[in-house]
């Protein structure tokens, strides 16, 4: 019998324009209960809306919470970088309606008690709301129920993401709006909202402790070991501007590594994922040189155009390779190994885009 993750995964790929707030798929999540205490600080104030922690809560409840904070961090960070920078992202720019859904049967089938201790019921839930984005605007909330969209009855129950992202997609690919229904405390509600641009990627949030990102050209998945390595969520940002960076440039499509590191991160968003499939360098080139400078240099407007300060790029990197230097199996460095020549070029980029604010010229490489 196949898993909620396996009979959703089709979905996966469909979902980048459609239902959620970051592009970043609707499909089960993937719950680590190993976690400890890890990631526990990172909550925002998008969880506030959950019923507060307990003494007595199961172990798969207090994993969930974990996961939800670990989440919402990663696509809170992710949601200027994807919002701000369509036009670096060329022929990846797409219709997002600004926010994100799930229903009790989001989590992996032991989670779903869990998830329903959380509020999830079997109708959507609105999770996060896009700050600035046309679903913010129009008023949507976290919290609010999905009922309908069009005038049609949103799908309720096991396969509802799935199922709503397929009659969002082509909504979202030609219009400039949807009118959408909501419930609200038990109220009905309509809300017409304006369609955001947007990098049309996917972002994941990997089950491993390795410090380690990856981009397979639709998606870039940052791995939990990673996420505790950085110290702020500007470094967060640094990591995923230079993966997103890697995706608009095509360089998964042109190192032919598009179905290795896709097949890497489908692994390592599962419960258990096979950590023995990552000895080594777990089948990944190392990035050129010249390649790697280059999506430095996009990262890097990608960054200032979404308001994160760049000048902390070269210390966040140079920590980073310290710590985790090429010799270290599925480290970051290991495939991305050029560290002086990224340097010298990131510091050069950031006089560059120092300048051009200074001056109140276009951020563009």
């Known amino acids: 019998m196949r898993s909620p993750l396996q009979r959703f995964?089709?979905?996966?790929?469909?979902?980048?324009?459609?239902?959620?707030?970051?592009?970043?798929?609707c499909s089960t999540t993937a719950v680590n209960s190993?976690?400890?205490?890890?990631?526990?600080?990172?909550?925002?104030?998008?969880?506030?809306?959950?019923?507060?922690?307990?003494?007595?809560?199961?172990?798969?409840?207090?994993?969930?919470?974990?996961?939800?904070a670990q989440q919402d961090r990663l696509y809170r960070v992710a949601a200027p970088l994807l919002v701000n920078n369509a036009p670096l992202c060329r022929n990846f720019a797409r219709n997002l309606i600004g926010f994100s859904a799930k229903n009790q049967y989001s989590y992996s089938e032991d989670y779903v008690q869990a998830a329903q201790a959380?509020?999830?019921?079997?109708?959507?839930?609105?999770?996060?709301?896009?700050p600035d984005s046309g679903a913010s605007r129009a008023g949507v909330m976290r919290g609010d129920l999905l009922t309908s969209v069009e005038g049609k009855a949103?799908?309720?129950?096991?396969?509802?993401?799935?199922?709503?992202?397929?009659?969002?997609?082509?909504?979202?690919?030609?219009?400039?709006?949807?009118?959408?229904?909501?419930?609200?405390?038990?109220k009905s509600l309509v809300a017409?909202?304006?369609?955001?641009?947007?990098?049309?990627?996917?972002?994941?949030?990997?089950?491993?402790?390795?410090?380690?990102?990856?981009a397979d050209g639709r998606r870039v998945l940052v791995t939990r070991g990673m996420l505790n390595f950085t110290r702020s969520d500007t470094e967060l940002a640094y990591v995923l501007a230079k993966e997103l960076a890697h995706n608009a440039l095509r360089y998964p499509l042109r190192m032919r590594m598009?179905?290795?590191?896709?097949?890497?991160?489908?692994?390592?968003?599962?419960?258990?994922?096979?950590?023995?499939?990552?000895?080594?360098?777990?089948?990944?080139?190392?990035?050129?040189?010249?390649?790697?400078?280059?999506?430095?240099?996009?990262?890097?407007y990608m960054l200032a155009r979404a308001g994160y300060d760049v000048q902390g790029a070269h210390a966040f990197w140079q920590r980073l390779a310290d710590q985790y230097p090429?010799?270290?199996?599925?480290?970051?460095?290991?495939i991305h190994p050029s560290t002086a020549a990224r340097m010298a070029t990131i510091d050069r980029?950031?006089?560059?885009?120092?300048?051009?604010?200074?001056?109140?010229?276009?951020?563009?490489?």
Request: charged share 15%; net charge neutral.
């Open 118 to 130: 959380l509020g999830f019921g079997e109708q959507l839930q609105i999770t996060g709301v896009l």
């Open 34 to 68: 190993n976690r400890g205490g890890e990631g526990e600080g990172d909550v925002d104030n998008s969880t506030a809306s959950m019923p507060a922690a307990t003494a007595f809560e199961s172990p798969q409840l207090k994993a969930l919470r974990i996961l939800t």
């Open 154 to 186: 949103m799908p309720q129950g096991p396969k509802a993401e799935p199922d709503a992202a397929a009659i969002l997609a082509p909504l979202v690919a030609k219009r400039t709006s949807v009118k959408l229904g909501l419930t609200r405390a038990g």
């Open 192 to 214: 017409s909202v304006p369609l955001t641009q947007a990098c049309g990627f996917g972002i994941e949030l990997g089950n491993t402790d390795n410090v380690n990102a990856y």
């Open 9 to 25: 995964s089709l979905f996966r790929q469909l979902a980048g324009l459609s239902l959620v707030l970051l592009a970043a798929g």
């Open 326 to 334: 090429a010799s270290v199996p599925n480290g970051y460095t290991a």
């Open 258 to 300: 598009t179905a290795t590191v896709g097949g890497i991160i489908d692994n390592l968003v599962r419960i258990s994922p096979d950590t023995s499939t990552l000895n080594g360098s777990g089948g990944v080139k190392p990035m050129p040189k010249d390649m790697d400078v280059a999506a430095d240099t996009v990262a890097l």
């Open 349 to 365: 980029i950031v006089g560059n885009i120092q300048s051009k604010v200074a001056k109140k010229q276009p951020l563009f490489p």
